[in-house]
């Protein structure tokens, strides 16, 4: 390292300044933040050397898109550009129609590069600023992001890449579904042997969320409104460090819409097949018995899935059944509940099942229930 920091100062004599703020950091954070500077600073340099390589071979010019000549060199321009490791400059040959069409000048070397024409921040920044941003408040993204390339960014700017990147990807998410639906089916995601085996299971389940009251609009109170969740997930298993092999889901998805159930029920099934549905033996949807989410399961699921109705939301519909059934809040509607929890938790829910069309039948009620699912 020591060789290195010498041949440093010997060959790049513009780096002596960040080399003597090294040597002389009293501590450790100092020392590394100095360290780092340092670290930007050479990449900069290989950077920068490498383009200077690439833009000394003969150009390739292409054809004027107006009159079909070939375009000709207008001489050498400097390019500048912020990005990641701070600012880069470097020159390359720029050219022009040479019967005077009102084309641009190209630069055959930016296209090679996948430069855009227009001076932007380089394509590596702008992720990680949108990456920040979905985390903390875009000023202090910004500051994060400055801290660590050496460039200075604006909240500003980091705001509007995030607009820029979530134009493509909101279009994407209101793009009609059955035309998706109907497309080339989406790639499987690579699973490990042993999870690609194990069963699938899928729910789905509304969440009340907060929104402001006006888009855009920080003041106001809350509004809440409910989105749709899937959650799939596959049924994998751990062994413990004592030897035990206890279940455990992964690796798990989540899609959500704040919409109608159609909305959730496209995305759901785009993503069950994204988590190999079509080459898992066992498929489990898991629902919490609502109405809505019953239908998806129904339209979209039974062909090749388990249906199972979610413990705890089984417990609480048949706790307010019961409460109405046995007269409200009695001791007796406690009792009924507590066995028939009990039973549905170990796996017994037949005298339960009977009980509850009983229940219904008195009450006139028909029991979507009683043949399609079984609780879980
Ligand atoms: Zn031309």
Do not use: N
Request: aromatic letters at 6%; one cysteine or more; a positive charge.
């Amino acid at each position: 390292m020591l060789c290195l920091s010498d041949s440093i100062r010997a060959d790049a004599p513009c780096v002596q300044r960040v080399l003597c703020t090294m040597a002389e950091a009293p501590t450790l954070p100092e020392l590394i933040l100095a360290a780092w500077s340092l670290a930007r600073v050479l990449a900069r340099h290989l950077v920068e050397a490498v383009l200077a390589a690439r833009a000394r071979p003969p150009t390739s010019w292409p054809c004027c898109p107006q009159c079909g000549a070939g375009m000709r060199s207008k001489g050498v321009v400097k390019r500048q550009v912020l990005s990641l490791v701070g600012p880069l400059q470097w020159q390359r040959r720029v050219g022009r129609c040479p019967q005077g069409c009102a084309t641009a000048q190209v630069a055959p070397l930016d296209d090679a590069l996948g430069l855009p024409p227009q001076p932007r921040p380089s394509a590596e920044l702008q992720p990680l600023g949108c990456a920040l941003a979905v985390c903390v408040p875009v000023a202090t993204a910004a500051t994060w992001l400055g801290g660590a390339s050496g460039v200075a960014v604006s909240p500003r700017a980091v705001w509007a890449w995030g607009q820029a990147a979530g134009q493509p990807a909101m279009a994407q998410l209101h793009a009609p579904w059955p035309a998706v639906a109907e497309g080339p089916l989406p790639t499987e995601d690579p699973l490990a042997a042993a999870l690609a085996v194990a069963p699938l299971l899928m729910g789905a389940d509304g969440v009340m969320v907060p929104l402001r009251p006006e888009g855009g609009q920080p003041r106001g109170t809350p509004a809440w409104h409910e989105g749709k969740v899937g959650v799939l997930a596959r049924l994998g298993g751990h062994r413990t460090r004592t030897g035990h092999v206890v279940p455990r889901l992964q690796p798990r998805r989540v899609v959500a819409v704040f919409g109608d159930i159609a909305a959730l029920q496209a995305r759901l099934w785009c993503e069950a097949l994204r988590q190999g549905r079509r080459h898992t033996a066992q498929v489990v949807g898991l629902s919490d018995g609502a109405r809505g989410r019953w239908r998806l399961f129904e339209e979209r699921l039974t062909a090749y899935a388990t249906g199972l109705w979610d413990f705890y939301h089984a417990v609480q519909q048949r706790w307010k059944r019961a409460a109405a059934w046995l007269e409200g809040r009695t001791t007796q509607a406690r009792r009924w509940c507590g066995w028939a929890r009990h039973r549905l938790r170990h796996g017994q829910p037949d005298g339960v099942l009977a009980d509850w069309a009983d229940a219904l039948e008195i009450e006139g009620l028909p029991d979507p229930a009683r043949d399609t699912w079984r609780t879980g």
